[in-house]
Each structure stands twice: as structure tokens, then as C-alpha cells.
């Protein structure tokens, strides 16, 4: 009615939004105001609309006296035949002869800070609220007149970084932000520009209006990359061979399953954007693109049922999801599909079977044949090997992923049906698959350890061999290509064994109760029960060995990228050999076969990666098209600490534990887990070894599924996952007591 931030401002005041008094002008005239000192703002109708906001081509006025409102008034409505309007009604074909003007008369607030907040990134980022302030007046701020800092808040977790050389706005004040922002999405729409000022610790909102590069935008085609799940392999950074090299093995496998399951080559095609992109790694960090997953799971008969159970077991926390959108697909081919994914999947534990052989074939054939002072054709080719003859195959974990989550789900269903405490009992259930693949590296060391008294030196030694054959690459973030292990590290295994022969009761305690089976009593359940559990502990099982099996892989293209990297460096091409880990995946190829010098691109990446340690780690991003990594002059990142001292999470393994807790920040910390209680935001599988001395583990991230859960059941120490943001609310040396039956979480006594 009197222009876009005239009529957008009495839609914000009228819903109690902050917002300073004003008055409207339409006739021209000064009004009679109450206050001294004005700010005098056009509003005109084509302004601050959904795709064109005309910012800055009408005049605006600050701190102006009642005296001189006329002038002001008069020279507002006259820019609005200013060349600058013309132009821009021009260049965006407009086809308005005529601008009206209002003019916003409104009280000037003298702003000890002030500044603008996108509500999305507008470069493309669609949970990222951007805030930028200076101190003084807004004028100040858009004219350089004084530093500004740039707040980047993720929606998602509550968690925001900054940059520039001021801390400006303190955490109540972003929080009261981001709040008010959300109440006026509520009246505008989701993409808005909102201009605010900051007074006596008071905030008032200015003006507000759409976004307009994003007028246009479509949801269903935006882009979703959720670590769910794979924070527990990548957790933290991962190099960029490390992130090249798994981008291409998801491609791969899910280009095998697709194949498998889908078969045509029509769909196949319009297929292939979909599986290439299936991970994604942004700031150093691994991440689902979940957006195409669910493109995926589409094809799958029952998928309505099937994606809550999914979400479910990879623990993903925000379960919407484009319904609407569904796959085009005939009838006949969706048949054919549904045919072969139910056959898939009865099948999966002979198929599974079948891939544990294979794997021990490619396996025993590689380090038959590998051996230090190959030359880089050679290791290509010994890579090409591997490649070629897993991925024909590896497909085949996904569907026993499926069989397992399903299954699990089913159990759980008929366990509420009969019990209170379902989940508790689903927990006990699956506690009874013993000897699983997963945990035999812990229990052999262990039992290494425990004879280690009873073995001359020679012995010791041929035992430390025979164990780095068998899980020489089973170790702390095992699955990144630069992250080392026992096999290439042999000192790290003496130095843990070292470790457990320090307290021999509590070594013989372990030993004891880890080399126990401990299956359960399911005699008193029904057939259906006693069916669904035996299958779960079958999947999981699968599951865990081609887990393994999984590192070994990793193992084998790890010794392959590490003798590429001494090469590389004897040729003068990067600086170290371990700098080959900073190069991409397709760089690594093209190196050594068209050798080019790689240092100065390195040293680049190693200043980018200094930058990507200090951003938080964000669960979920979303992109409006592609994704893309930040590039800061200067980070400085805020931990938000909550002040209750209770939380919950899902209970995974049983039992009650009291103890002082460890704040694992990095895993070097990890040394000292002894009789801890561990708080992380992921584990990985080579975690093991820690878990089994500690009291507790309770983590940021996972499900009833993850690996963290498996391997406290059979260790048998509590454990509790999908703690929010628990990583902030508990503190080293604080005393927890935790339930892993009911998920509670209770800080006892705060560190002093």
C-alpha cells in the first residue's frame, strides 16, 4: 500500500517485532513527531519487492532534525526520477514508467552497533544466517567507515564462527538475533535481508526485505550434505587425497548397485549425476550429499516405510525430505526393479559370504606381489588391480546395510509391542553376537598383551608381526589415507600393549570379560523374535567384517599413495613424502604420469586447511546449487556452552557408570581414556582399543547401529549417542554419571 519497507514495516511492528517509531508520509508534508532526530528513508512501491529491491538507488538521511525534515522529505521523493532509479528500471525490464514515493519518517536510534543479517547465505548457502556489524550508525557500516565482523550462524546446530577483528555481538545477542529473525521469516518468507541496530544492549530491527537472488530459488533441487553416519570414518579433517579417493569408491559402489538393482541403461544414464555424487567434502570435512541418497532409495519397493528405518540406523537427525518428488519409472520397470531388490536382499548373506572370500583372495595376491622400490606404473597398476576387482563386488554391503536396518527395525518394532523398555532390549539382544570381526584386533591384543610376560623376545616380536599382518591397518581414523596405523607405524602397537601391561589386574579384569562369549538366552521369546534377532546379528556381523575388511582395503591403497609419495619426493616434486596427501585424487594419477611440480600448490593447501581447522564442524549444510568450501582472511570460533547439567541421548549399551569425564578434542587426548568416560563427537572403528579401558563413552554423533554402539555392547561398557551438542555441555575432569539403558546423561560435579 505505500511501498515494500513502508508496508514491511508496519507488518513487523503490528506483530510485535522491535522495530523504532515512524510515520509514513504520502502527501509530501513533514509530519509532527514526537521525537528530535529522524532517519528519512524512500519507500517506494516497485522497492524492496520479491525480485527487485532497488537497494540504494532512493536517498536515505540520517540523523535529521525536525528542522530539517521538509528538505529531506522533499529530496526522497525526488529520487525517485534520480538517473540511477531510471537505469536500474532499465536493466531489469521493469516496465514502470512511474516510481511512487512514500517516505519513512522514522526515530533514529544513535546505534552503539549496527548491521545487516541475510537469513541465507547469499552465496548460496541456505542455513547459514550471515550478520555483519560495525560500531556507530548503519551509514558507517555500508560506507567503510568503520571495521566490520561477519558472523556465519548454521541453524542446524546453533553453532557460529566469525570473522574480522572484533568480537561485536556477544552470544545472547546473536541468539536474540537469529530469534528475531525467525518470528519475521515467519511473516515474510524464509530468504530475507534485515537491517538492525544495537542500542543499550536493546535491538531494533530497521527495515526488512527478500532476498532477491533467491526469488527464483526451488527447495526440491537444493543441495543437502549431512554427516550422519560418516563422521564416524572421517571425523575432523580429511586431507583431499583422502577426500578424492572416497568420492570415488561411493561412485563406484553405488554405480554397482544401481546397476544391480536397476539394470536399464536408460535409467542408468540419468542416473550417473545422481551416484558420482554421492559424498561430498566441504572445509576439510566428509559429508553425505543425503539429497541424492533419497534419490536413490526411491527406487526401493516399501520406501516410505524404508527411509524412517534408515534414518533411524545412520542416526540422521533432520528426517525431512522431498515426498512429493518421486522417481519416474513405468510400472513394468518398476516391477522389475522391485524383483531384484527382494532377491538382493534374501540373498545378501550368501552374496556377503561370497565378497569375504573374494576379498581375502585380492588381499593375499596384493601383498604377495607389492614391496618397497616399485616404480609408479607399477603402483598405478597394482591400484588398477584393486580398483577393478572390488568394485565389481562391493555393492553387495549396501543391500546387507538394508538387510540389517530393516531388520533391526522389524525387531524393535515387535520388542515395543511386548515390553517397556524395547530399546533396552533390542541393546540385549544384539549384545549376544559374539566374536564378531570388529572385535577380534582388540581382543588379540589384548591377549597379546596379557602373555607378553610368558614370550621371549623373538616370540614377542613374531606375535607383533603375526597381528600386524592380521590388523596392521585397523587404528584411529583409519579409513583417511594420511592417518597412520600399526602397519605403518609398528611403534604405536608396542607403545598400546606397553600401555595395557601397566596395571596387570586391570589387564587381567579386561582379558577376562573380553574373551568371554556371552550369548543370550532367547529360549522365552516367540519364533518371529528369535527369527528377526538371529538375522540382525547375521547383518551385523556382515556388516562388521566388511568393516574390516573395509580398513584393509584402505590399507593396501594407503602403502600404494605412501611409495608414490617417497617417489614423488626423491624427484623433487613436492617437499615430503607424506605432502602427497595435500594433492588431489586425480592429481596423484597425473603425477606419475606427467610429472609436474606440486609445492607451491601444497603450501596453499596446507594455509586453506589451517583456516578449515578452525571452523566448527556443521552436521548438515545446504547449497542452493553445488557445494563450496570458505576461504577467510581471519576465523575466530565460539563454543556456545549449555547450562543445564542433564541431557539425553539414545541409549545404546546398558548399564550404569559414574566417573570423570574426557572431553576427546583431538585423539592424541585418547592416551590418557584409562577409566574415563569418553565424550566425542563421532568414534571410528579404531577407537576399539580405548574403549576397552574406559568406563563410558557417550557421543555427539550416531545410532543404535554405529559402531560405538556395537562395540561397547560386546565390550560391555555403557554407552550413549545423538548426545546435541554434548561436546560444549560437558567439560574435562567434570564427574558424569550416565545410564545407558535410559540415554540420561548427569553431570554430578563441575570441574573446579
Known amino acids: 500500500m505505500y511501498g515494500g519497507k513502508a508496508d514491511n514495516l508496519i507488518l513487523m511492528r503490528d506483530n510485535g517485532i ?30 524492496d519487492g520479491a525480485s527487485d529491491s532497488f537497494a540504494g538507488q532512493f536517498d536515505t538521511y540520517l540523523n535529521v532534525p525536525k528542522n530539517g525534515l521538509q528538505e529531506k522529505i522533499d529530496l526522497c521523493i525526488l529520487s525517485a526520477s534520480n538517473k540511477g532509479a531510471a537505469e536500474y528500471i532499465r536493466q531489469r525490464e ?110 531494533y530491527i530497521l527495515q526488512a526485505r527478500k532476498i532477491t537472488t533467491f526469488a527464483n530459488c526451488d527447495p526440491s533441487k537444493f543441495l543437502i550434505l549431512d554427516n550422519s553416519n560418516i563422521v564416524e570414518s572421517y571425523p575432523n579433517l580429511s586431507l583431499p587425497l583422502t577426500c578424492g579417493f572416497v568420492g570415488f569408491v561411493y561412485s563406484g559402489v553405488f554405480e554397482g548397485l544401481c546397476r544391480r538393482i536397476i539394470g536399464e541403461d536408460k535409467y542408468l544414464d540419468g542416473l550417473k549425476p545422481v551416484f558420482g555424487n554421492m559424498v561430498g567434502n566441504v572445509n576439510g570435512r566428509m559429508y553425505y550429499k543425503i539429497s541424492n541418497w533419497y534419490t536413490l532409495i526411491k527406487f526401493l519397493p516399501f520406501r516410505k516405510k524404508i527411509i524412517p528405518v534408515w534414518q533411524e540406523m545412520l542416526g540422521v537427525k533432520n528426517k525431512t525430505y522431498d515426498e512429493k518428488q518421486d522417481m519416474k519409472v513405468s510400472f513394468a520397470q518398476r516391477m522389475k526393479i522391485n524383483k531384484r531388490i527382494i532377491s538382493a536382499f534374501r540373498n545378501s548373506p550368501k552374496e556377503m559370504e561370497k565378497l569375504n572370500q573374494e576379498f581375502i583372495r585380492i588381499n593375499d595376491d596384493f601383498y604377495k606381489s607389492y614391496h618397497d622400490g616399485m616404480s609408479n606404473e607399477e603402483l598405478i597398476a597394482q591400484y ?78 613374531q606375535r607383533v608381526a603375526e597381528y600386524i599382518k592380521l590388523y596392521g591397518d585397523r587404528n584411529l581414523e583409519e579409513l583417511k589415507l594420511e592417518s597412520p596405523t600399526f602397519r605403518t607405524n609398528p611403534e604405536l602397537l608396542i607403545k598400546k600393549i606397553d600401555e595395557y601391561c601397566e596395571d596387570e589386574a586391570k589387564l587381567e579384569e579386561i582379558h577376562k570379560s573380553i574373551m568371554k562369549d556371552d550369548e543370550r538366552d532367547m529360549s522365552g521369546e516367540s519364533r518371529r523374535i528369535r527369527k528377526l534377532a538371529f538375522k540382525c546379528s547375521v547383518g551385523i556381523s556382515n556388516r562388521e567384517i566388511s568393516r574390516l575388511n573395509r580398513s584393509r582395503i584402505y590399507g593396501m591403497v594407503r602403502e600404494i599413495v605412501r611409495s608414490l609419495g617417497k617417489n614423488f619426493a626423491k624427484e623433487g616434486l613436492i617437499d615430503s613424502k ?46 542452493e546449487k553445488g557445494e563450496f568450501s570458505k576461504h577467510h582472511v581471519s576465523v575466530n570460533s565460539h563454543r556456545m556452552a549449555e547450562q543445564t547439567g542433564v541431557m ?42 580405548y574403549l576397552a579401558s574406559a568406563k563410558g563413552v557417550i557421543s555427539q554423533k550416531g545410532s543404535i547401529l554405529s559402531h560405538t554402539a556395537i562395540i561397547s555392547r560386546e565390550i560391555g561398557i555403557p554407552s550413549i549417542v545423538g548426545v546435541a551438542n554434548v561436546m560444549n555441555r560437558i567439560n574435562t575432569g567434570d564427574v558424569v554419571r550416565m545410564d545407558g539403558s535410559s540415554g540420561r546423561i548427569e553431570i554430578v560435579k563441575r570441574k573446579e
Not at 523504532?20 to 519507500?43: C, L, N, Y
Open 18 to 47: 522491535p522495530v523504532p517509531e515512524f510515520v509514513v508520509v504520502t502527501d509530501g508534508k513533514a509530519p509532527e513527531i514526537p521525537w528530535e532526530v529522524s532517519s528519512v528513508r524512500s519507500s517506494a512501491d516497485l522497492e
Open 94 to 203: 521493469i516496465g514502470s514508467e512511474e516510481v511512487k514515493m512514500s517516505v519513512i519518517v522514522q526515530k533514529m536510534i544513535d546505534s552503539d552497533c549496527s548491521g545487516v543479517m541475510f537469513t541465507a547465505n547469499p552465496q548460496g548457502i541456505m542455513n547459514e544466517c550471515v550478520i555483519t556489524v560495525g560500531k556507530g550508525t548503519g551509514d558507517n557500516v555500508v560506507s567503510d567507515k568503520t571495521d566490520t565482523t561477519s558472523y556465519y550462524y548454521n541453524t542446524n546446530d546453533d553453532l557460529y564462527y566469525y570473522e574480522g577483528a572484533n568480537d561485536l555481538l556477544s552470544s545472547e545477542r546473536i541468539r536474540e538475533l537469529i530469534g528475531l529473525a525467525a518470528k519475521i521469516k515467519e511473516l515474510m518468507g524464509d530468504y530475507l535481508d534485515i537491517e538492525f541496530s544495537v542500542k543499550d544492549g536493546k535491538i
Open 384 to 461: 588398477r588391480i584393486i580398483e577393478k576387482r572390488l568394485l565389481a563386488c562391493w555393492d553387495i554391503t549396501l543391500i546387507n546395510d538394508l538387510y540389517t536396518f530393516v531388520h533391526t527395525g522389524l525387531l524393535k518394532h515387535y520388542l515395543r509391542k511386548k515390553y517397556d523398555d524395547a530399546d533396552d532390549k533390542t541393546n540385549e539382544f544384539l549384545s549376544g553376537i559374539t566374536n564378531i570381526e570388529s572385535l577380534k584386533p582388540v581382543r588379540a591384543m589384548i591377549d597379546l598383551a596379557y602373555s607378553r610376560k610368558g614370550l621371549t623376545e623373538n616370540e614377542f616380536k
Open 578 to 623: 607424506n605432502d602427497v596427501f595435500y594433492l588431489t585424487y586425480d592429481e596423484m594419477f597425473t603425477m606419475a604420469k606427467e610429472p609436474f611440480d606440486a609445492r607451491d600448490r601444497i603450501a596453499q593447501r596446507k594455509n586453506e586447511y589451517l583456516t578449515y581447522k578452525c571452523l566448527p564442524a556443521f552436521s548438515r549444510i545446504i547449497f
Open 648 to 689: 539425553q541421548g539414545v541409549p545404546c549399551s546398558g548399564g550404569i557408570s559414574e566417573g570423570e569425564a574426557l572431553v576427546v578434542e583431538d585423539i592424541s587426548m585418547l592416551e590418557n581414556s584409562k577409566d574415563k568416560i569418553l565424550v566425542t563427537k563421532m568414534t571410528d572403528p579404531g577407537w576399539v582399543f
